[in-house]
């Protein structure tokens, strides 16, 4: 059910999709489950989603974008899920719900894990929306093309569920390239997810990065105030590639 969405998030919604057609990306909003997984598995470099996306979902918690060029390739995904965890921690909720955020692939332990040391992991929180998934096909990845596009996906899940925080796990190398901040994230730590490695003896570290509510409709509304000059602009885009 949709939220009393303010203006401004519609505006930004509408200008994302305009700045991805113009640069030759056409954005859908999915909501079929089998489709989502067929079209990750006929991905070139594209892993296995998490098992948060295998579980049972309704329409009302569960949207995955898709973008295709002018030839109907299929050139991006991303997807979004819903948690109600009625008053829960971070780092509880994680800990109880651990094999579904598992990567596939690593022989990881979900036993020997650890969710508790981020300092995400004491918030309280009622619904919280999870972001992962994303891929952008090689031909598009010079265009500086996955920031508006995620943020797209977040005015989306403010726009649908209005959640207390989204948040994401992201890997060292991508945080270090500071990717988290550019989608959009205004918060990161090392050790959201632990993940022990039987066969290296060692934990591997995910980072948790996420946006709270407040955070994300004050940045969609600073973006259409600036008219888009941070977030959206095609000129910006252009420079960026040069």
């Known amino acids: 059910m949709l939220n009393s969405a303010k203006k401004e998030t519609i505006q930004y919604i509408e200008s994302a999709l305009s700045v991805a057609s113009q640069n030759g990306i056409h ?3 999915e909501r079929d489950l089998e489709e989502f997984h067929h079209v990750c598995r006929s991905l070139d470099g594209k892993s296995q989603p998490v098992d948060l996306f295998n579980e049972c979902l309704g329409e009302s918690d569960f949207f995955w974008l898709k973008g295709v060029d002018n030839y109907g390739r299929i050139v991006h995904t991303q997807a979004y899920r819903n948690i109600q965890i009625d008053g829960s921690t971070i780092g509880q909720y994680l800990s109880e719900n651990r094999l579904s955020y598992m990567s ?29 998934e994303v891929w952008v096909a090689p031909s598009k990845r010079g265009a500086a093309l996955a920031l508006p596009l995620v943020r797209l996906g977040m ?3 403010y726009k649908l569920w209005n959640p207390d925080l989204v948040f994401a796990f992201m890997y060292t190398r991508l945080i270090y390239r500071g990717i988290g901040s550019q989608y959009g994230y205004m918060h990161s ?16 570290n995910e980072w948790l990065v996420w946006i709270s509510n407040t955070e994300l409709e004050t940045m969609l509304q600073l973006a259409v105030e600036a008219e888009h000059e941070e977030a ?11």
């Open 189 to 204: 730590s090392p050790a959201g997810a632990e993940w022990w490695q039987p066969q290296k003896q060692e934990f591997m």
């Open 104 to 132: 596939h692939g690593y022989g990881l332990d979900p036993n020997l894990s650890r969710f508790d040391r981020s300092t995400a992991s004491d918030i309280v929180a009622k619904s919280i929306t999870y972001h992962g």
């Open 155 to 157: 005015a989306l899940s």
């Open 27 to 29: 954005i859908s909003i």
């Open 232 to 242: 959206l602009p095609t000129r910006r885009l252009q420079s960026l590639a040069a």
